[in-house]
């Protein structure tokens, strides 16, 4: 059922839910999650188990404010701190020490807890109704099947999980793409998971030079986001340079599956592809399109194509986000 997050009862509802251990669909500024009671270890089990997600992978718990911080973590570094000031509520998730009697379950059994302060209005919401109701910290991972595009509508998390799931809806996710994951366990900042924020404006924020080794460590905790394959729609997407899409528009004899292409460069559709070809505009704007990545991603698949031909992004920087996602959606599982 999707009830609509304007509404007070609607918000209500939700914490209800909560409270007394059940899912819910959560609209988040990054994407919608799979929330449920972070204190309630059976609650939690209920995630994996629809998710598909394996118990050992820990999921993030989402906090009403930043002073809820400590009621999870059993100590929170200056570093920390001062991220916490400065991008809360926002798009940046915390590994912190955890308290060894809260939240194991969400916490896949790591000695870490991942804690993030969300700033959606409704999420917002959602989270002090439900302390209000005794619920503390909310566990959500992104509301997709495991190893699946992450859903930006409530349409896409009905489309997951079925109707039978309570989802609030708050609108299309206005960043579009995953929170910056920042490890705080480490003595100093180490970016797990690049978002919409860059080292730079995290390193500036905290006064310490967060370390960016992006790829998984052997000692690193465990992070499905950092498997190789993850964020897969069902076509094929493959990362190639706007010569590469134009070279193989042109020298293929005829269209040999269902393509769509999304880049930035203009590319020439020849007659022979025009019926099987899907051709978008991919903005020139990270930050817009990180906002339009999953979205665009499940558009293509809706469509039935079964290729995604996608123009490699940008080197700099501020694509990380995106250039991550996509790799990753590039990269075929098993
Ligand atoms: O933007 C987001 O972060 C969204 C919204 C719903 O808040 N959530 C999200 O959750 O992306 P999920 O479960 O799809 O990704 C969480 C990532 C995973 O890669 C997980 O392994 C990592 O956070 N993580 C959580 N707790 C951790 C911990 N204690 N140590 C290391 N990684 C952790
Ligand atoms: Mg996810």
Same mark, same amino acid.
């Given at each position: 059922?999707?009830?609509?997050?304007?509404? #007070?009862?609607?918000?209500?509802?939700?914490?209800?839910?909560? +409270?007394?251990?059940?899912?819910?669909?959560?609209?988040?500024?990054?994407?919608?999650?799979?929330?449920?009671?972070?204190?309630?270890?059976?609650?939690?089990?209920?995630? @994996?188990?629809?998710?598909?997600?394996?118990? %050992?992978?820990?999921?993030?718990? =989402?906090?009403?404010?930043?002073?809820?911080?400590?009621? @999870?973590?059993?100590?929170?570094?200056? *570093?920390?701190?001062?991220?916490?000031?400065? *991008?809360?509520?926002? #798009?940046?998730?915390?590994?912190?020490?955890?308290?060894?009697?809260?939240?194991?379950?969400?916490?896949?059994? +790591? %000695?870490? &807890?991942?804690?993030?302060?969300?700033?959606?209005?409704?999420?917002?919401?959602?989270?002090?109704?439900?302390?209000?109701?005794? !619920?503390?910290?909310?566990?959500?991972?992104?509301?997709?099947?495991?190893?699946?595009?992450?859903?930006?509508?409530?349409? =896409?998390?009905?489309?997951?999980? $079925?109707?039978?799931?309570?989802?609030?809806?708050? $609108?299309?996710?206005?960043?579009?793409?995953?929170?910056?994951?920042?490890?705080?366990?480490? $003595? +100093?900042?180490?970016?797990?998971?690049?978002?919409?924020?860059?080292?730079? +404006?995290?390193?500036?924020?905290?006064?310490?030079?967060?370390?960016?080794?992006?790829?998984?460590?052997?000692?690193?905790?465990?992070?499905?986001?950092?498997?190789?394959?993850?964020?897969?729609?069902?076509?094929?997407?493959?990362?190639?340079?706007?010569?590469?899409?134009? =070279?193989?528009?042109?020298?293929?004899?005829?269209?040999?599956?269902?393509?769509?292409?999304?880049?930035?460069?203009?590319? =020439? !559709?020849?007659?022979?592809?025009?019926?099987?070809?899907?051709? %978008?505009?991919?903005?020139?704007?990270?930050?817009?399109?990180?906002?339009?990545? *999953?979205?665009?991603?499940?558009? @293509?698949?809706?469509?039935? &194509?079964?290729?995604?031909?996608?123009?490699?992004?940008?080197?700099? !920087?501020?694509?990380?986000?995106?250039?991550?996602?996509?790799?990753?959606?590039?990269?075929?599982?098993?």
């Amino acid at each position: 059922m999707i009830l609509n997050g304007q509404l #007070p009862t609607s918000i209500a509802a939700a914490a209800k839910a909560l +409270q007394q251990g059940e899912l819910l669909g959560l609209p988040t500024e990054t994407v919608y999650g799979l929330a449920a009671d972070a204190g309630n270890d059976a609650a939690v089990g209920k995630i @994996f188990e629809a998710k598909g997600r394996p118990a %050992n992978h820990p999921l993030i718990v =989402h906090v009403a404010s930043a002073q809820e911080v400590t009621r @999870f973590a059993s100590s929170v570094p200056d *570093f920390a701190q001062k991220l916490m000031d400065v *991008f809360w509520p926002g #798009p940046l998730t915390l590994i912190l020490p955890r308290r060894p009697e809260v939240a194991a379950a969400a916490a896949g059994g +790591q %000695n870490s &807890v991942g804690v993030r302060c969300p700033s959606h209005a409704t999420a917002h919401a959602v989270l002090q109704a439900a302390q209000a109701l005794g !619920v503390y910290g909310v566990a959500a991972p992104s509301a997709n099947l495991f190893g699946r595009v992450s859903p930006t509508t409530a349409a =896409h998390v009905a489309g997951e999980f $079925g109707e039978e799931l309570l989802i609030i809806d708050g $609108g299309a996710c206005e960043v579009g793409i995953e929170s910056s994951i920042v490890d705080c366990t480490r $003595g +100093q900042p180490v970016l797990l998971r690049p978002g919409v924020l860059t080292p730079e +404006q995290l390193s500036q924020a905290c006064g310490v030079t967060v370390m960016t080794p992006v790829m998984p460590q052997a000692d690193a905790p465990r992070a499905s986001g950092t498997l190789d394959s993850h964020y897969a729609p069902h076509a094929t997407v493959r990362l190639m340079t706007a010569e590469q899409i134009q =070279h193989a528009l042109m020298t293929a004899p005829v269209a040999h599956a269902r393509v769509a292409v999304w880049a930035r460069s203009a590319v =020439h !559709v020849p007659e022979t592809w025009a019926q099987q070809l899907t051709c %978008n505009l991919m903005p020139t704007d990270a930050l817009q399109c990180a906002h339009d990545l *999953f979205a665009q991603l499940r558009e @293509f698949d809706a469509q039935g &194509v079964t290729q995604i031909w996608v123009e490699t992004p940008p080197s700099e !920087v501020c694509w990380d986000g995106v250039r991550d996602r996509l790799t990753r959606a590039a990269t075929p599982a098993g």
